[in-house]
């Protein structure tokens, strides 16, 4: 595809409107989703199921006065929950969703979505420290550690399927799982890897995801029965909504990313489903993966901080580092 | 290291198993009323405030003997009647009940010999002002029964 101005301008505003309305639909879907699992009905007074809940939220949030602490660093400060934003949104670019469906496919994919998501660590940092806030202080300190933490074991996986694949492009990735179910990279059987640890390889990443996006049982930056809030503790208004949504942007790029590295992309699981567009496949493997996220957020209580350093220090680096050696050691033998 | 794997193996599985419990969960009924459009029915030991209790005629049982007002210790109930002319028995005609400092304790409900006096079930009580909480039972009933 020839990049235009045109289409630069029609993938931004596709771009955006895709990740501002699942950002405003998964909050809906969450609500709904953790009062099922508490047995509640959830949000369903406003619009049928409660759909309009989402944009009267948004109506609230944007009609507020965004307050600035005294003291704080203002820059700082209004730089933030856009900086939260926006790396996901860039990340969309790159991310295909089909065959056709991509706003601009590049041969080094893999690495510019994770060099905009290890951004994502960043605007934790400036809310925390442009808050003026001790809580907030305390959450970035927390937030820069477990990125750390979760970033290695996150791309030692990455690089084993990297090594797989012999290619960063994300299409050339998914076009190397085609076939059926057991050519996905999850599964060792038919594909390019050969290697039974990949289902362990597939766990490491996903709860990386999880830790990346500062998802509950790792949301240690927003402990709110320690932390108050957490880095948004200070943030008002659309700051606070910026935040929000933010967050859910990098749960769909960190479930896009897993769909493609391990979960074959927009191929069909079976080869004779492959009539039905590969859009639909890939939008289902991705909202199901999403749809874990949620489920996992209501099972599992919040770990501790040194509980979540352990886990990857101890058991998800040693492993994916493993995992690694052995997956080099199979693509020079075979 | 046979205990490191074995925890990460035991660690795993209970992760799997809280989320079958969070997945049975998730397809059963809801448990919870939606208050204001729904609500539940009292149960029968349930204590409101006092309410009088009628006869067929509509009228109260009440016989006007004075019992619950003493049995009142902090002295809620206010009642009078009257005995009208060629009638054997006393006429209720005014029952105040201060709920404001009434402790519910049911020693009226008690000491009532002529079956003229119940807990009612009523608990959407909410007000600003202190003069809803003194309720006259005779007008209630009136408004009961219309």
């Not at chain 1, 905009?116 to 305390?138: E, H, I």
């Not at chain 1, 949504?245 to 749960?251: F, L, P, S, T, V």
């Not at chain 2, 079930?121 to 202190?130: D, G, I, Q």
Request: proline share 5%.
């Amino acid at each position: 595809m020839r990049l235009t101005l045109l289409n630069v301008i029609v993938a931004v505003v596709i771009a955006i409107g895709f990740a501002a309305l699942n950002a405003a639909y998964l909050v809906w879907a969450e609500r709904r989703g953790a009062a099922r699992i508490q047995r509640r009905p959830g949000p369903n007074i406003n619009g049928p199921f409660g759909l309009l809940q989402p944009p009267l939220d948004g109506i609230k949030l944007m009609a507020k006065q965004l307050t600035i602490p005294g003291g704080a660093d203002k820059v700082l400060f209004i730089a933030a929950p856009v900086l939260a934003m926006f790396p996901a949104i860039m990340s969309f670019v790159t991310i295909p969703f089909s065959e056709t469906i991509v706003a601009k496919n590049m041969n080094v994919g893999v690495l510019m979505i994770f060099a905009f998501a290890s951004m994502g660590g960043m605007s934790l940092v400036f809310a925390g420290w442009s808050s003026r806030n001790k809580y907030a202080m305390m959450s970035s300190v927390r937030a820069v550690s477990q990125a750390v933490a979760y970033e290695i074991p996150m791309l030692i996986t990455t690089i084993t399927v990297v090594m797989i694949s012999g290619s960063m492009d994300l299409m050339e990735i998914v076009r190397q799982q085609s076939g059926s179910i057991l050519h996905w990279n999850i599964f060792p059987l038919l594909g390019n890897s050969h290697n039974i640890l990949m289902p362990m390889s597939f766990l490491i990443f996903f709860t990386c995801t999880l830790a990346e996006t500062n998802r509950a049982p790792f949301d240690l930056g927003e402990a709110e029965s320690e932390l108050v809030a957490g880095f948004h503790t200070e943030y008002g208004s659309m700051g606070f909504g910026l935040f929000f949504m933010g967050e859910y942007a990098n749960i769909v790029i960190g479930s896009c990313m897993t769909t493609i590295l391990f979960l074959g992309g927009w191929n069909a699981p079976l080869p004779f489903l492959g009539f039905i567009p590969g859009v639909f496949w890939f939008l289902l493997k991705l909202y199901l993966l999403i749809a874990t996220f949620i489920w996992i957020r209501w099972t599992f209580p919040r770990t501790t901080i040194y509980g979540l350093l352990n886990l990857s220090w101890k058991i998800l680096i040693p492993l994916s580092l493993f995992n690694l050696l052995f997956t080099a050691g199979l693509i020079k033998v075979f | 290291m046979v205990t490191y794997f074995s925890e990460i193996y035991h660690g795993l599985i209970s992760l799997f198993i809280g989320m079958a419990i969070t997945f049975k969960e998730f397809f059963k009924p809801t448990v919870t009323v939606a208050y204001p459009y729904e609500t539940l029915t009292m149960c029968d030991r349930y204590r409101g405030h006092t309410e009088l209790i009628e006869n067929e005629e509509g009228k109260p049982n009440c016989v006007v003997c004075g019992l619950c007002e003493k049995a009142c210790p902090s002295g809620c109930i206010t009642l009078a009647g009257e005995k009208p002319e060629g009638e054997k028995k006393k006429v209720l005609t005014t029952y105040i009940l201060d709920f404001t400092r009434c402790s519910l304790c049911g020693s009226c409900v008690e000491s009532c010999n002529f079956n003229a006096l119940t807990f009612s079930k009523e608990y959407n009580l909410a007000s600003t002002r202190k003069e809803d909480f003194i309720f006259d039972l005779l007008k209630r009933l009136e408004e009961r029964n219309k």
